[in-house]
């Protein structure tokens, strides 16, 4: 809220007024606005109400585009702003001046300064730091899921390392393939491969959440395919980060939420802070401090926990070890992580006499702890009986998993707008990120089982000696990248040029050895030991030291961007792009696109483009053995296999003579129109199809009989089933985005209504196995299961429609938010539609005086669930005493799908917060 004293005057002494009292940039006619009278103004307001109601009945009306420029006409004279610019400085520049030089900012597509989003031949969405902060969510990733319908942020429980780095989706494609970029520059990826069947399973994404809201001056999401602008990853589009540039003054917010059942205590502290050099440069520094308790939505353990049950029915059984009658039931943690984050990001620009340098520096450290299936006495694999007869752990174990994720960037740059409309930039960027895990309250089993029989403890000794807690392994990927970009302005074109060079890098750092070993088998995989037990730790296996990786890519790219205003009317725009990738060659991409103003206020949009993504580093070099679960029919218990990843370099895909991993390419069309209706309503709709052939997806887990060659190369490498990165897909993505703005003063206030919606559906055309392999000849159905295919079609919501309204009067902001998420469906061992719901979101803004406000409200303030899950289940059953009392009865600890939950599961938030501006 800003803090106005503006007496009634002539219109352009009060806009220059208006302009110094909210630190902001207003474009218009000297000789226009001084034929009229602007209002007074006294009193707190946002910065678009004040200036509505400075020009009330004026004769005068401002607009604000989507990407902020703040332009007044009359008459529907904004299509000729320049014009009326030019007339402004030839008759009075000392005006201009006065307000400040207009900033030519440039956005996500388009290489122009300046080009507002409404121009642009692509879909660009402008969402600034007014919008996410009403949202009342705490992550970048759910602010970005509750004010962009096309982009899709969703929730799986027990998937390893996705619950503490969830998958970033746009128009239901990948999490890969989104290419997100920080004021411009190409964000490096997270260490982290999803490999457990969730939404993006075999894809590596972005760490969204790496960033605080706090440090965002402004987001651009372009909604369309990139790659031959920006590179690899950007078919289903780009997001661009603008970090906050103030040079004075700064802000500080407490916001404390939890949810209605009790959990999730959720504290979120920020500090912003500007500093400006003697009027040459600034730098905005921003921390941020989170801590989120975890949530629990499990159901009951209602399967035995101890041996000797006797089975009544296929579903009742009679208690038989004593213990049974008073075991924990709420044995699994199902809900978000336990987290806690410090973030920090600097941004920073100092002019000198020709042209400016730059850069910003981003930190981020999230210590997760997540759980994994629980480990009852009665499994003799996971938790093996001892020489007492009963288990290693009596009670059993839940494992946690524990992981440090870090993840630090910077970029410096150097950039310069010479006299001859000509401009360079040269820069250099860092990026990486890391996870090490840790996986605590567990047991190696096999270590248990060899203690039993090599040596003489007795199984209490055992009990006590044995190591609960091991460090697993270490992820590490980072991104090294120099660009020199060119552009210049001609009479009847812009033309950019410029270079890329990229170095990627993935590590893997081997766990301890009591992570991974397998203590009870020979290097035969023959058990040494009566029973056999599993080896490595329990709820997330360790890395040995012969899958550690250190790889490194290199990449060099080259590209050109042609805009040309053909006409008054017609802007045509072109982009061509030849990357070279150390792995797979050459690949060279073409973007055609073009916006035709029929009217001043009707204009169509249209864009065609080849694209590509390369192997990410994790696709080609992940190495991995882990304990995955699986339904085996409708409503079946989860078994646990030892499952191992291969790289396509590694000795077992040799033997099966399995391809390297070529790029997926990409045809993208795109059809739309922007409709604007008296000054009040803007309205955009854009048509879309996506075509990518060779998608790099995971194999399912291929285990004995499906070929010799396959049998023989598992038995060697001591797995019950292997899994491989194959390029084995064709798909097909079709959709539409609609978006509507409707903004107008009512009863003393402004109102602000803004709805969007996006569908989109995905089917997949084609599965195929790579020829002359020993895949070859096995059906694709039995390389990529239906689960896999549904991940990638059914998943995700097949439409998301958001209605946010925005009122303000006097002191008091009402921020009323509703978001319908459609059906998705889930192949679990069978296979659920889980209906659409809608979530209603509130929040109530009280600004004080200039300095300090409060605000309060509720997410899901109707406490809104998904369905109750009915497939992939587990230890459902009804226990009952030898007097036929019931001990419990539970259709499974998975009360909601463990899978994919696009809102979560979580139920009904409130929060409280404060804010004190400096």
């Given at each position: ?127 600034t730091t007014d919008i996410l902060s009403h949202t009342g969510q705490t992550e970048l990733g759910r602010i970005l899921q509750t004010i962009a319908p096309s982009f899709n942020f969703s929730s799986s429980a027990i998937s390893d390392g996705t619950d503490a780095l969830r998958p970033a989706t746009l128009r239901g494609l990948g999490p890969d393939q989104t290419l ?739």
């Amino acid at each position: 809220m800003l803090k106005f004293e503006i007496e009634k005057q002539r219109a352009d002494k009060a806009l220059i007024n208006f302009a110094k009292q909210s630190n902001q940039t207003i474009i218009f006619s000297f000789e226009l606005t001084k034929q009229y009278q602007a209002n007074d103004i006294h009193g707190f307001y946002s910065f678009e109400a004040g200036l509505n109601q400075l020009l009330l009945h004026s004769g005068l009306q401002a607009k604000i585009d989507n990407l902020g420029k703040i332009t007044i006409s009359a008459d529907n004279t904004i299509t000729q702003i320049n014009d009326i610019l030019k007339t402004a400085s030839r008759v009075n520049n000392h005006i201009i001046e006065e307000i400040d030089e207009t900033e030519k900012i440039s956005i996500i597509g388009s290489r122009v300064a300046g080009r507002s989003a409404d121009d642009l031949p692509v879909p660009v969405d402008i969402l600034t730091t007014d919008i996410l902060s009403h949202t009342g969510q705490t992550e970048l990733g759910r602010i970005l899921q509750t004010i962009a319908p096309s982009f899709n942020f969703s929730s799986s429980a027990i998937s390893d390392g996705t619950d503490a780095l969830r998958p970033a989706t746009l128009r239901g494609l990948g999490p890969d393939q989104t290419l997100v970029l920080i004021n411009g520059k190409r964000r490096h990826q997270a260490s982290l491969i999803h490999i457990n069947p969730t939404v993006g399973r075999g894809t590596a994404g972005t760490d969204i959440n790496a960033i605080p809201a706090a440090a965002i001056k402004r987001i651009e999401v372009l909604r369309d395919g990139a790659a031959a602008q920006y590179g690899s990853d950007a078919i289903a589009g780009v997001i661009n980060i603008v970090l906050n540039d103030i040079s004075e003054g700064g802000k500080s917010s407490l916001i404390f939420g939890k949810y209605t059942l009790g959990d999730g205590d959720n504290i979120n502290l920020n500090l912003s802070k500007g500093f400006s050099f003697n009027d040459s440069g600034f730098l905005t520094a921003t921390l941020n401090i989170k801590n989120a308790q975890p949530t629990n939505r499990a159901g009951l353990h209602g399967s035995c926990q101890f041996d000797n049950c006797t089975s009544i029915n296929s579903n009742i059984n009679l208690a038989g070890d004593p213990r049974e009658l008073t075991a924990a039931r709420k044995t699994f943690r199902i809900g978000d992580t336990d987290s806690q984050q410090i973030a920090l990001t600097i941004n920073s620009a100092y002019e000198v006499p020709q042209g400016e340098f730059y850069g910003f520096i981003t930190y981020s450290n999230r210590n997760n702890e997540s759980a994994a299936f629980f480990r009852h006495n009665a499994n003799q694999n996971s938790n093996p009986t001892l020489q007492d007869n009963d288990a290693t752990i009596p009670s059993g174990f839940l494992p946690k998993i524990n992981s440090e994720i870090n993840d630090i960037s910077y970029s410096l740059g150097y950039q310069n707008t010479f006299n001859n409309n000509s401009f360079i930039d040269v820069s250099y960027t860092y990026g990486e990120n890391s996870i090490n895990y840790t996986t605590g309250n567990s047991i190696n089993a096999s270590y248990a089982n060899a203690l039993q029989y090599a040596t003489d403890l007795t199984a209490n000794q055992i009990r006590d000696i044995i190591p609960r807690e091991a460090y697993a392994y270490g992820l590490l990927l980072s991104l090294r990248t120099i660009n020199f970009d060119f552009a210049h302005d001609f009479d009847f074109l812009s033309l950019a040029i410029g270079a890329e060079f990229r170095t990627d890098k993935f590590k893997v750092i081997p766990g301890n050895e009591y992570a991974y070993k397998d203590f009870d088998t020979d290097i035969f995989g023959n058990s040494l030991f009566e029973n056999d037990a599993f080896a490595g730790i329990q709820g997330f296996i360790g890395t040995a030291p012969g899958q550690a990786v250190n790889e490194l890519r290199d990449v060099v790219s080259f590209y050109t961007d042609i805009e040309t205003q053909l006409t008054s009317s017609l802007l045509i725009s072109s982009a061509l792009r030849f990357d070279d990738y150390k792995e797979f060659g050459q690949s060279t991409n073409l973007k055609l696109a073009a916006n035709w103003s029929l009217t001043p206020n009707i204009a169509i949009r249209g864009a065609v483009s080849s694209g590509f993504r390369a192997p990410s580093m994790q696709q080609l070099y992940t190495d991995n053995i882990s304990t995955q679960f699986f339904s085996n029919s409708y409503g079946g218990d989860q078994t646990a296999l030892h499952i191992g990843i291969f790289r396509n370099d590694s000795d077992l895909t040799k033997a099966l003579s399995i391809p390297q991993l070529k790029e997926e390419e990409a045809i993208n069309f795109s059809m739309g129109s922007v409709l604007k209706i008296k000054n009040l309503i803007d309205f955009t709709i854009d048509f879309y199809s996506i075509y990518i052939d060779d998608r790099i997806v995971l194999s399912n887990s291929l285990g004995q009989d499906l070929s010799s060659t396959l049998d023989s190369a598992l038995k060697t490498s001591g797995v019950s089933a292997a899994q491989f990165f194959l390029n084995g897909a064709d798909t097909h993505t079709k959709g539409v985005d609609i978006i509507a703005t409707y903004n107008t003063p009512l009863l003393n206030g402004n109102l602000d209504l803004i709805f969007a919606a996006n569908f989109t559906d995905t089917q997949v055309d084609n599965v195929f196995t790579p020829k002359n392999s020993a895949l070859g000849n096995i059906a694709p159905e039995d390389i990529f299961s239906q689960q896999s295919i549904s991940i990638i079609t059914q998943w995700q919501p097949k439409d998301r429609i958001s209605l946010n309204t925005l009122y303000q009067v006097d002191d008091f902001t009402f921020n009323l938010a509703f978001n319908r998420y459609g059906e998705y469906t889930v192949t679990d061992g069978g296979t659920q539609t889980y209906g659409a719901k809608i979530l209603t979101d509130l929040q109530l803004n009280y600004q004080v005086n200039a300095s300090l406000s409060f605000n309060m409200g509720g997410n899901n303030i109707f406490d809104i669930y998904p369905d109750k899950n009915k497939i992939g289940n587990s230890h459902s059953g009804t226990i009952i005493d030898n007097e036929g009392n019931l001990i419990v009865s539970s259709q499974g600890v998975f009360t909601y799908s463990r899978r994919s939950s696009p809102f979560g599961f979580n139920g009904a938030y409130y929060y409280i917060g404060v804010e004190y501006q400096f």
